[in-house]
């Protein structure tokens, strides 16, 4: 495997949403081709906190995630890593490029400082809660959304 972490470019931005939409969850709140998704994306180049990445494989993007990081005053102004929208393509599930993309998200949280790692996920994922157990990440805090 040849695979590679590097900066999203708006080229990758349709195989990026496709890769959202492409399980059961997204089937039923994204929608490829909305004007949308080019106005985050162009937000999230815009600011230096945001880092959306892809893990390409022989030239094709294959898995996707953001990374931002978040200064804040707890914890003595600990920087802190969120990971969001974990994604591998449905075709190439199972050949652990999940672990590369994240490993990638956990040693760039240590490159730039940050003291610790979040993410959310939904509830739904079992699968997806074993994997994150299996690189470390614990369940020590309840999560809560409230959609605007």
């Given at each position: 495997?040849?695979?590679?972490?590097?900066?999203?470019?708006?080229?990758?931005?349709?195989?990026?949403?496709?890769?959202?939409?492409?399980?059961?969850?997204?089937?039923s709140r994204e929608?490829?081709?909305?004007?949308?998704?080019?106005?985050?994306?162009?937000?999230?180049?815009?600011?230096?906190?945001?880092?959306?990445?892809?893990?390409?494989?022989?030239?094709?993007?294959?898995?996707?995630?953001?990374?931002?990081?978040?200064?804040?005053?707890?914890?003595?102004?600990?920087?802190?890593?969120?990971?969001?929208?974990?994604?591998?393509?449905?075709?190439?599930?199972?050949?652990?490029?999940?672990?590369?993309?994240?490993?990638?998200?956990?040693?760039?949280?240590?490159?730039?400082?940050?003291?610790?790692?979040?993410?959310?996920?939904?509830?739904?994922?079992?699968?997806?809660?074993?994997?994150?157990?299996?690189?470390?990440?614990?369940?020590?805090?309840?999560?809560?959304?409230?959609?605007?």
């Amino acid at each position: 495997m040849t695979a590679a972490v590097r900066k999203a470019e708006r080229a990758d931005l349709a195989a990026i949403v496709a890769m959202l939409a492409d399980d059961v969850l997204g089937q039923s709140r994204e929608a490829p081709g909305d004007p949308a998704y080019e106005a985050a994306f162009a937000a999230m180049e815009r600011d230096p906190n945001q880092f959306p990445a892809v893990l390409e494989d022989d030239g094709e993007v294959v898995g996707y995630l953001q990374l931002s990081f978040i200064p804040g005053l707890s914890l003595k102004g600990m920087l802190r890593g969120q990971i969001e929208s974990v994604r591998v393509a449905s075709s190439r599930r199972g050949q652990r490029l999940g672990h590369v993309l994240l490993e990638w998200a956990i040693a760039e949280c240590r490159r730039r400082g940050c003291g610790m790692v979040q993410l959310a996920m939904n509830k739904s994922r079992d699968d997806t809660l074993r994997f994150y157990k299996s690189l470390g990440f614990v369940t020590s805090h309840e999560g809560l959304k409230l959609s605007l």
